[in-house]
C-alpha cells in the first residue's frame, strides 16, 4: 500500500491549485480519499474521534441493497420469459442462468447508467461550489434502478438521475441538506414526465411480450376491482393469482428492486444490526399500512377494500420504501418521536393512496414524499414540547 | 439520605494507558506560566513588568473589564517574559521560577465568622477567585452575579480521567473547609455529586453542608453540566457556579493557612506514557517536567493538556492548563489510513465506535489505543439520533448545534443552551459521523450569546 501511497502524493500537486489538472481536483479527491482515509488529524475538542465515518455508514446501506438488486435481476429475467411465452405460470425455479443473465443485461446498465450521470453531475456540482465530492450519491445511485420497471429507457434512468441529483439535492446545498428523498424524487420525476412508461400493464416485463399477454402487478390488477372492468375475479381471484408466499418472496412483477419483501427484510437486518437504519421508522411504517388496511376491511365497502391488510405490507414497494426510503435520515423526521409519527403516516398514506386514489395504483412513492414534507413539522411540534417544558420551568422558577 | 439518579444515555471511552495509584514529585520546573487563554474570554491587565520578582500569591494581573478579579503567580520567581501575540494580545506570562516558594503573607477571613462579603473580597484580593467558573458561558465566574447553587463533582467519568477518591485523599480538611467557604458564596445549596457504580473516600461521603447525590451511568455521568441539569437546571437569567473538587480543597487550604499554594496532584495518562503515574504539580508548570523521559516516541505524539475529549493540544515545552487535573499522551494519526486494511471498509478491530458499524460494540471491556486521525471527512449532518444516545440531557443536540450555526439566538435559548458548556458535548463531537466540531460551535454560540444579550 505504500506504492500506492506515494504515487497517490506524487500526483497530488498536478490536482492541486495551479497544477495542471487543476480543474479535476474533487475528482483526484475523491478517489484518494476514497483508497485512503486522509491523515487530517483533530486538533481542538475532541482529539480522538469514533471510527466511523460517512463512507462506511453509506457502504452499509449500499450493501443492504445487493439481496434486492441479486433478486430484481432474476425476477426480471423470469417475468421477460413469461411475457415472451405468455404462459403466466412459467415455472420459477427453472433455467435459473438464462433468467439471471437476460436480468443483469437489462438492469446492470441502469445501474452503471444511473451512477455514472449521477456522479457526474455532482463532480460537475462540486467544482463550481468548491465542495469535496459527498457520499450520499453512494446510496441513491443504487436506490434510483431498483425502483425503476425493468422497461425504463437508459436515457430515461439518466434524465431522471440529473433531475433527482439537481433539483432534489445540489440545490440545496449537497448530501445532508436535501428535503425529500433523491431516488424517489428521479422516481416522481418519471412517473409525472412519463407516466406511459412508469405504470399500466407493458413496462414490468422486458422484452416483447406474446400478443394478449396482459403483465400488470397486483396493485395495477387491484385497481380494477373498483373499476368497471375487473380482470380478476374478486379478491379470491387476485389472491389466486398473486399468493401472500409469492409477493412475500417476491415472485411477481413489479419494479426491479422492490418485488421481494423477503430481499428488503435481509436488507432491513443488516440495517438494523449496524444501526444505520431506524427500526422507529421501518416499524411504525409497517404499523400505519397495516392499520389502515384493517380499518378498510372493517369498512369493506367495495372489493379493493377488502383485500386482506397484510398483503398491503408484501407488495407494491411497501417493503422496499418502508427498509430504504423512508428511512433516510436526511429526509425523514430527526427525532425519536418524532420519527414514530412519520413512519406511522408514510405506511397509512401509503395505503390510503393505493386503496381510495383510482389514478394512482401505488401510494408508497407519493406517501413518502409527502412525509419528507411533512418531517420537519412533526420535528417543530416534538422540538416545540422540549421547549415549552423549559418554558414552563422558567415559569415556576 | 442522598438521592440517587441513573442515567441511560452516554459512553464510557476505554483508553490503555490508565495512571496508576503511585504519586511522585514533578521535578520543580525553570519556568511557570499563567495563560489569559485558560480563562475564556479573558482580556488581562499587567500588573507586573518583566523583571519584577514576584512571591507565590502575588498579583501578576486582573481583569481589565472586571478589575476585582485577580490572577496571581502559582511561584515565587521573577517576571521572565510576557508572549503576546497579533494586536499585542498577551498569550502568556512567564515566571521564572526560584529555588524555593515564597509566599504572599495574608491573613484570611475566618469563614465561618465572616460574613459573605468578607469571604467574597478574600477570594477575589488573593486570586483563588479564578478557580471559580460559572455557567451558562463555563467562564470565571462574575463576581456581581447570585449564584442559585455551587456545584461540585466528586468524580470525572471522562475518558482515563483522574481518580478524585485518590487525590483527594488526606485532604479532608481542606475539603470540607472549602465547601463551608462555598456555602458563603450562595443563598442555595452547595451540590456535591457522587459516583453512584463506587464507593467513595470518607473526604467526600462524610462532607457535611452539602447537598449529595449520586449519578449512575457512563460518561458524562460526572461532569457538573449533567448534575445541574437533573437537579437545579438554569433558566435564563440563573446561575451557577461550579468548583472542582481539587480547587475546593485549595481554597479550603488558603483559609486554614494563608498560602496561596497551587500544588495538585495531576494523573499522567494514555497509551504513549511509559509509566502513567500521578505527579504532584504546581498549576502552570511546564510539561517537560512532567513528560521528560516518560513518553514512547518522541514528535509522533499528542500532548493534550486535559483529558482527550476536551483538553488542549500542547506542545512537548508547553505549560499545564490552569484548571487541568490530567495531561493525556496518544499517538498522533497523521497517516493516511488505507481503507481495506485500517480504513472505512476494514474489520476495525483497533476503532472504537458508538455505533454497531465496527466490532467494538462487542467488547464492551476493551481498551483501546486511539490515536487523533480525525477518521473520515468533514460532512454536512446526515445520521440523525446518534448524538442523543450518548447526550444525558432533556435537550437535542443536533437543534442546538444547528442554531448555533446559524446565529439563531433565540432558537438556543429556548433550546437550553444556558444549561451546556461545550464539554457536556465532547461525546457528540466524539461519536459524530460527519465530524463537525460540536464544541467549537457551541462554544461560537455561547460567545455570541454573552455578546450580544449580556
Known amino acids: 500500500m505504500k506504492f500506492l501511497e506515494k504515487q497517490l502524493k506524487k500526483l497530488e500537486p498536478t490536482f492541486a491549485k495551479g497544477g495542471k489538472l487543476e480543474k479535476l481536483h474533487y475528482v483526484y479527491d475523491a478517489l484518494a480519499t476514497f483508497a485512503f482515509t486522509p491523515a487530517t488529524t483533530t486538533s481542538r475538542g475532541a482529539h480522538i474521534r469514533d471510527g466511523v465515518d460517512l463512507k462506511r455508514t453509506m457502504f452499509i446501506v449500499v450493501l443492504a441493497l445487493i439481496p434486492a438488486l441479486i433478486f430484481g435481476m432474476y425476477n426480471t429475467g423470469h417475468w421477460h420469459m413469461v411475457a415472451e411465452s405468455g404462459n403466466w405460470n412459467l415455472p420459477y425455479w427453472d433455467q435459473m442462468l438464462d433468467k439471471f443473465l437476460y436480468g443483469a443485461i437489462k438492469v446492470l446498465p441502469m445501474v452503471a447508467v444511473s451512477y455514472g450521470v449521477g456522479l457526474g453531475v455532482e463532480f460537475i456540482f462540486c467544482n463550481i461550489k468548491g465542495h469535496p465530492i459527498h457520499e450520499g450519491f453512494l446510496v441513491s445511485g443504487m436506490l434510483i434502478p431498483l425502483i425503476m420497471p425493468v422497461e425504463v429507457p437508459l436515457w430515461m434512468v439518466a434524465v431522471a438521475t440529473i433531475f433527482a441529483v439537481v433539483i432534489g439535492k445540489e440545490v440545496f446545498g449537497g448530501t445532508g441538506m436535501n428535503i425529500v428523498n433523491i431516488a424517489l424524487t428521479a422516481r416522481a420525476f418519471l412517473f409525472f414526465a412519463y407516466p406511459t412508461k412508469m405504470s399500466g400493464d407493458t413496462v414490468w416485463m422486458g422484452g416483447k411480450e406474446a400478443d394478449g399477454f396482459s403483465g400488470a402487478t397486483f396493485l395495477g390488477d387491484a385497481q380494477t376491482l373498483v373499476g368497471e372492468s375487473p380482470v380478476v375475479d374478486g379478491v379470491s381471484g387476485i389472491m389466486e393469482k398473486y399468493s401472500f408466499m409469492d409477493s412475500f418472496l417476491g415472485t411477481i412483477p413489479g419494479s426491479i428492486g422492490e418485488t421481494s419483501t423477503l430481499a428488503c427484510l435481509i436488507g432491513a437486518v443488516l440495517l438494523l444490526a449496524t444501526g444505520v437504519g431506524s427500526l422507529r421508522i421501518i416499524f411504525s411504517f409497517a404499523i400505519g399500512g397495516l392499520s389502515l388496511g384493517l380499518l378498510f376491511n372493517a369498512i369493506g365497502v367495495n372489493a379493493y377494500m377488502d383485500i386482506p391488510a397484510y398483503m398491503h405490507l408484501v407488495v407494491g414497494g411497501f417493503a422496499f420504501g418502508a427498509v430504504f426510503m423512508a428511512t433516510d435520515p436526511v429526509s425523514a423526521a430527526q427525532t425519536a418521536s418524532g420519527k414514530i409519527w412519520y413512519g406511522f403516516f408514510g405506511g397509512a398514506i401509503a395505503v390510503v393512496i393505493r386503496v381510495l386514489n383510482p389514478a394512482y395504483p401505488e401510494g408508497v412513492m407519493l406517501s413518502i414524499l409527502f412525509m419528507n414534507i411533512m418531517a420537519p413539522l412533526i420535528d417543530h411540534y416534538v422540538i416545540q414540547a422540549n421547549i415549552n417544558r423549559r418554558f414552563k420551568r422558567l415559569k415556576v422558577a | ?454
Open chain 2, 1 to 454: 439520605m442522598s438521592k440517587t439518579i441513573s442515567l441511560k444515555r452516554g459512553m464510557d471511552i476505554k483508553l490503555v494507558g490508565e495512571a496508576e495509584k503511585i504519586t511522585v514529585d514533578a521535578a520543580r520546573s525553570k519556568y511557570y506560566a499563567i495563560r489569559p487563554g485558560d480563562f475564556h474570554g479573558l482580556t488581562p491587565k499587567m500588573l507586573v513588568k518583566v523583571g519584577e520578582s514576584v512571591k507565590a500569591g502575588t498579583i501578576i494581573f486582573h481583569d481589565k473589564y472586571n478589575d476585582v478579579i485577580n490572577y496571581a503567580s502559582p511561584v515565587a520567581g521573577t517576571i521572565h517574559e510576557i508572549v503576546r501575540g497579533e494586536k499585542r494580545k498577551i498569550l502568556t506570562v512567564l515566571i521564572e521560577a526560584a529555588a524555593n516558594d515564597d509566599y504572599e503573607v495574608r491573613n484570611p477571613v475566618n469563614p465561618s465568622s465572616a460574613d459573605a462579603g468578607e469571604v467574597k473580597a478574600e477570594l477575589l484580593s488573593c486570586g483563588l477567585w479564578s478557580l471559580i467558573k460559572q455557567r451558562p458561558f463555563d467562564i470565571v465566574a462574575n463576581p456581581e452575579n447570585e449564584p442559585k447553587a455551587i456545584y461540585v463533582s466528586a468524580f470525572d467519568s471522562a475518558p482515563l480521567a483522574p481518580d478524585y477518591d485518590y487525590v483527594m485523599h488526606g485532604k479532608k480538611a481542606e475539603f470540607q473547609m472549602g465547601l463551608q467557604v462555598l456555602k458563603k458564596l450562595t443563598s442555595g445549596q452547595v451540590h456535591l455529586g457522587l459516583n453512584g457504580k463506587s464507593k467513595h473516600e470518607d473526604v467526600f461521603t462524610s462532607s457535611e453542608g452539602v447537598v449529595h447525590t449520586s449519578y449512575v451511568g457512563k460518561h458524562p455521568a460526572g461532569n457538573v453540566g449533567v448534575h445541574i441539569h437533573h437537579t437545579n437546571p438554569i433558566n435564563k437569567g440563573e446561575y451557577v457556579w461550579v468548583v472542582n473538587a481539587q480547587d475546593v480543597a485549595i481554597i479550603g487550604k488558603y483559609f486554614m493557612t494563608g498560602r496561596f499554594d497551587l500544588t495538585k496532584l495531576v494523573a499522567l495518562t494514555g497509551s504513549e506514557v511509559k509509566f502513567p503515574k500521578y505527579y504532584r504539580v504546581i498549576s502552570g508548570a511546564q510539561l517537560s517536567s512532567i513528560l521528560g523521559g516518560n513518553t514512547k516516541t518522541e514528535n509522533e505524539e499528542r500532548i493534550i493538556s486535559g483529558n482527550a475529549l476536551c483538553g488542549t493540544k500542547e506542545a512537548f515545552d508547553s505549560y499545564l492548563g490552569y484548571h487541568d487535573n490530567q495531561i493525556t499522551v496518544l499517538p498522533e494519526g497523521n497517516q493516511m489510513k488505507f481503507f481495506l486494511t485500517e480504513g472505512w471498509l476494514s474489520l476495525g478491530f483497533n476503532k472504537l465506535s458508538n455505533s454497531r458499524l465496527y466490532p467494538s460494540f462487542l467488547f464492551p471491556n476493551k481498551k483501546y489505543r486511539l490515536d487523533t486521525n480525525l477518521n473520515g471527512e468533514d460532512r454536512g449532518f446526515v445520521v440523525t439520533g446518534e448524538m442523543e444516545r450518548v447526550f444525558p440531557f432533556d435537550i437535542y443536540p443536533m437543534q442546538l448545534i444547528k442554531a448555533a450555526m446559524s446565529d439563531d439566538i433565540d432558537s438556543m435559548e429556548s433550546l437550553g443552551i444556558y444549561e451546556v458548556s461545550p464539554e457536556d458535548f465532547a461525546l457528540c463531537e466524539f461519536v459524530c459521523t460527519s465530524k463537525i466540531n460540536v464544541q467549537d460551535e457551541i462554544r461560537y454560540g455561547l460567545d455570541l450569546i454573552k455578546q450580544e444579550c449580556f
